[in-house]
């Protein structure tokens, strides 16, 4: 039976970083284009992006 760290180690050794880090910066880069490229409202980006309020993602 694999253990469960099993995945998140070998997503780590192939992407470079744990995988919540990788989804934290999928994110924040999807965060940055909309409000690089849309004139939505922080709030609305940051729950579009999947980024959680503003407020913790550093967006305000």
Known sequence: MARP????RR????VGMRPVRWLTAQ????????LETTGLPVDVV???SGAGPGTR???T
Do not use: I, P, S
């Not at 760290?5 to 998140?8: A, F, K, M, P, T």
């Not at 997503?11 to 192939?14: C, G, I, K, L, S």
């Open 5 to 8: 760290q099993g995945g998140g």
């Open 11 to 14: 997503f780590r050794d192939e």
């Open 27 to 34: 994110r924040l880069e999807l965060a940055k284009q909309l």
């Open 46 to 48: 940051t729950r579009r």
């Open 57 to 59: 993602c550093g967006l």
